[in-house]
């Protein structure tokens, strides 16, 4: 049984991206275009790790993450930011968020795939 990512950004060609590179290695992924979205499909489907954008509409990635770690489902599931920002008081706000780990846009797939493997093993 394959491990289930969700992945939330606003960006249909990121979201592409992170589905063609995640599914290639292996891994299933789930879709969603924002906050509000990602937390319904969280809710309704168990998933293994969350990479999230920070800047969404309707919720961004630091609001998605303080609701999924209020989730008894979600205490221990890996969250990953991934962002443009690379400042670092926004770093410690995901941090103290819940947020696992931190990958800054524009990133390489293998990068990509390299830190879902270390998180999930």
Same mark, same amino acid.
């Given at each position: 049984? *394959?491990?289930? &990512?969700?992945? @939330?950004?606003?960006?249909?060609?990121?979201?592409? #991206?992170?589905? %063609?590179t $995640?599914s290639?290695?292996?891994?299933?992924?789930i879709?969603?275009?924002?906050?509000?979205?990602?937390l319904?499909k969280?809710? *309704?489907?168990? &998933?293994?790790? @969350?990479?999230?954008?920070?800047?969404?509409p309707? #919720?961004?990635? %630091?609001? $998605?993450?303080r609701?999924?770690?209020?989730?008894?489902?979600?205490?221990?599931?890996p969250?990953?930011f991934?962002?443009t920002? *690379?400042?670092?008081?926004?770093k410690?706000e995901?941090?103290?968020?819940?947020?696992?780990?931190?990958?800054?846009?524009?990133?390489?797939?293998?990068?990509?795939?390299?830190?879902?493997?270390?998180?999930?093993?």
């Open positions: 049984m *394959s491990k289930v &990512v969700l992945s @939330v950004d606003d960006s249909a060609s990121v979201r592409q #991206m992170v589905k %063609l $995640l290639g290695a292996g891994y299933e992924v879709q969603a275009s924002d906050g509000a979205e990602g319904s969280a809710r *309704s489907t168990a &998933v293994d790790m @969350v990479v999230t954008d920070l800047n969404m309707n #919720m961004n990635g %630091l609001a $998605l993450i609701e999924l770690r209020k989730l008894p489902a979600y205490r221990g599931v969250i990953i991934v962002t920002e *690379s400042d670092e008081a926004i410690k995901a941090k103290a968020a819940g947020a696992t780990g931190w990958i800054t846009k524009p990133f390489q797939q293998e990068q990509l795939v390299a830190v879902v493997k270390r998180v999930l093993g």
